[in-house]
């Protein structure tokens, strides 16, 4: 069999493309090595923003509405950031879990460049998320990392991306027993794929695909499982293939209109609020439930459990879905829409640097980077809630930015933005604080000209 076709680490403008949909051929997506297996979820960021841009476009001349909120999408997004965040410092538990099982225990090593390898780990991968995917629906404290995904109330491409940072450490027991006999790298590919597949399936622009909704999951199969309405509720499981549902008793097909999000919703753009809410709602729930089983019983039956339930719950408790249902949507004024989209656009690019520096940077300045751009997606879910705090934690942000520039921890690209960002600070200072900024920090052309106006 030949090797891969793409040099290491990288790939064709077809193989970005193609590996969004899991439709490259084993002999292009087959390395001897962990160390020669692409990033492919890192390479494809350019592929989301342009297909969120194309589902963009064609909901608005099909329905005439975008596709979703703006705050929704810019929540789903900052999840997505935050998920990757620990890859920064330190190689993925799923794969560290695996090299040690493959290292230590495997029975057999199947070859690395044989599609029946191949073929068998496409499979593997599908059927071990479909069993994670369930069972992070129907044991408590999984849900707790999982609701994460499922916490947004519209259902578009951005959703996807609305990952939780915890998820990951349980994930990885659902693929230890291919461990045995599937080498790592062969492993590493397919479990980039099965997550990337599942981008594009985040979407109403799609209705059906005919037959092949017979065995893929689709965006109706999927539309399903994000649905909030009874009959949504525990079903379609799937990550790439629909046919362990099918197989296992959990598939439903797409029905009444599907309002999506939370039975309970939990009305927030706070990024760190959403990973951890659920965590907090199980630890006051296990200190109020008495006796020793039933609180055992609250992390590890189903988020519906309670005293005398069954394990999942009483489907008669799911809250009734009228169809009239309001999103948690807080209207901001179009100067503060644009604030907050402007920034985001900035993280990103510091998101993205972060990425590609990340080999070259010292353990501290990693963890800066990280801090900081927890803090911005802090501030900016705070400015979208317009919480009462927000402009404080906006002027923090600000001189957290100018410190770290001028200690050269944190790099820009456009020489105003710095000089932007002083600018912003006084005026935060001096419009919430009620009290003249300090010069500390600040360029000799910014001090001259608050002094020419009075300012400082």
């Known amino acids: 069999m030949d090797g891969p076709a793409a040099p290491q680490g990288g790939l064709s403008v077809s193989q970005q493309v193609r590996v969004m ?4 051929q084993p002999n292009e997506s087959s390395f001897a090595s962990l160390e020669e297996v692409p990033d492919y979820v890192n390479k494809a960021t350019p592929l989301f923003i342009v297909l969120m841009l194309l589902e963009f476009v064609v909901s608005w001349v099909w329905r005439h509405e975008a596709p979703g909120r703006i705050n929704d999408s810019i929540t789903s997004l900052s999840a997505g950031v935050l998920s990757r965040l620990p890859d920064v410092v330190s190689r993925s538990l ?5 090299i040690y099982v493959w290292d ?3 029975l057999f090593e199947l070859l690395w460049d044989s599609p029946w390898t191949w073929y068998l780990t496409f499979l593997g991968v599908d059927f071990g998320y479909y069993w994670f995917h369930r069972m992070a629906h129907e044991i408590d404290i999984l849900w707790a990392a999982h609701q994460v995904h499922h916490s947004s109330e519209a259902y578009n491409l951005s959703t996807a991306l609305r990952q ?7 994930s990885w027991v ?5 461990a045995l006999f599937i080498p790592p790298s062969v492993y590493a590919v397919h479990l980039q794929f099965n997550l990337l597949y599942q981008f594009w399936i985040h979407t109403e622009v799609v209705n059906t695909l005919g037959p092949l909704e017979l065995i893929l999951n689709t965006p109706s199969h999927h539309r399903v499982h994000h649905g909030r309405n009874p009959y949504c509720i525990d079903k379609n499981y799937g990550g790439t293939l629909i046919i362990w549902d099918r197989i296992f008793g959990t598939f439903v097909a797409e029905n ?5 999000g939370l039975t309970h919703p939990i009305n927030t753009f706070e990024p760190v609020k959403v990973q951890l809410c659920h965590f907090a709602y199980i630890w006051s729930t296990f200190w109020a439930t008495p006796g020793f089983s039933n609180k055992l019983s609250v992390i590890f039956k189903g988020p519906g459990w309670g005293p005398g339930k069954p394990r999942l719950g009483l489907p008669e408790e799911i809250p009734v879905i009228t169809g009239k249902e309001v999103p948690f949507n807080p209207k901001l004024p179009i100067y503060l829409s644009v604030y907050t989209v402007v920034h985001f656009a900035l993280m990103l690019g510091f998101y993205v640097d972060l990425f590609e520096t990340q080999a070259t940077l010292s353990q501290v ?9 927890i803090l911005t997606l802090t501030s900016i879910g705070f400015l979208m809630e317009q919480r009462p705090k927000a402009a404080n934690l906006e002027a923090v942000r600000c001189s957290v930015f100018l410190a770290l520039h001028k200690l050269s921890y944190l790099k820009i690209y456009i020489a105003s933005l710095a000089f932007t960002y002083e600018v912003r600070y006084l005026f935060l200072r001096i419009l919430h604080w009620g009290r003249r900024p300090v010069t500390q920090g600040l360029s000799s052309d910014l001090k001259d000209t608050c002094n020419s106006i009075g300012v400082i």
């Open 21 to 24: 949909f899991y439709v490259l």
């Open 94 to 98: 799923e794969l560290t879990t695996y």
């Open 104 to 106: 230590n225990y495997r």
């Open 164 to 170: 939780s940072v915890l998820q990951r450490y349980t």
């Open 174 to 178: 659902f693929y230890l027993p291919m």
């Open 256 to 260: 009444d209109k599907v309002i999506y």
């Open 365 to 373: 300045t990693l963890l800066l980077r990280i801090g900081y751009i």
